[in-house]
């Protein structure tokens, strides 16, 4: 995935994980799902993530020392560890451990959202999170788009082709990187997914009054352009 919040959930217990990968999911996070210490290692050295979500007791081990020996290494990614063991002296080694945050078990997935969001707006990796372009601005911490100020709906999937095209506003975006972010979500994507959500995209920024374009570059990619509010 590119730019939007790539989430590493760690942890071991099936129904907790689908139910957290749910709700981030429905609210514009990516995430993968490490099952094991061991997995969340591979996982890491892989791929880029914008936070870690860690259960503490892990099939292979106590996952502080896993998150101290990262910190140790020199990454600085935020990291917030959930877990039933909820004593003051537990929750100090963690703080001291290299953890940004602490969330008893069992998680309330709105309240984890919320300090997920809070960590990452306070995060020195994000300098200024709000991105503008033409008459629109992305926050995508929250996730949210608005236009002239006012906060418009739109899908997740579209939202993701929204992200990268502003964040590479007035270049052409090759077609495979726009395709591979949309597989980050791990849904069934078909074949036309990308024109279906070009086409989606379109129509809620022409509907929303939005003073900016989506050209085609035919036979390599899409383009984000602004045109005088005027017209629009």
């Known amino acids: 995935m590119g730019d939007e919040m790539r989430t590493l959930l760690i942890d071991h217990h099936a129904h907790l994980t689908r139910t957290i990968q749910g709700a981030l999911e429905d609210c514009g996070f990516a995430v993968d799902v ?12 892989c791929a880029s993530y914008d936070i870690l979500l860690l259960e503490l007791v892990m099939p292979d081990g106590d996952s502080l020392p896993w998150l101290t020996q990262l910190r140790s290494n020199g990454h600085s990614v ?24 602490f969330l008893p078990k069992p998680v309330c997935t709105e309240e984890l959202i919320a300090r997920m969001r ?3 707006r306070r995060s020195t990796q994000i300098a200024d ?3 503008e372009f033409g008459n ?3 926050d995508p ?19 993701c082709i929204l992200e990268h095209l502003l964040n590479r506003a007035g270049r052409t975006v090759p077609r495979a990187q726009l395709e591979d972010s949309l597989y980050a979500f791990d849904d069934e994507v078909s074949a036309n997914a990308l024109e279906v959500g070009i086409y989606r995209l379109r129509k809620n920024l022409c509907q929303s009054g939005a003073t900016l374009r ?6 390599i990619g899409y383009i984000l352009e ?4 005027r017209s629009a």
């Open 34 to 45: 490490a099952r094991t210490l061991d997995e969340a290692s591979t996982a890491f050295c």
């Open 78 to 101: 935020p990291a917030l560890i959930m877990s039933s063991i909820d004593d003051l002296e537990k929750r100090i080694a963690i703080f001291n451990g290299g953890a940004d945050d």
């Open 118 to 120: 809070a960590i990452l």
């Open 129 to 131: 999170p709000t991105v």
């Open 136 to 138: 629109l601005q992305f």
């Open 141 to 159: 911490i929250g996730r949210q788009v608005f236009v002239g100020g006012q906060p418009i709906k739109i899908a997740r999937r579209e939202l």
């Open 214 to 219: 989506i050209n085609t570059a035919r036979g």
């Open 226 to 229: 602004s045109i005088d509010a």
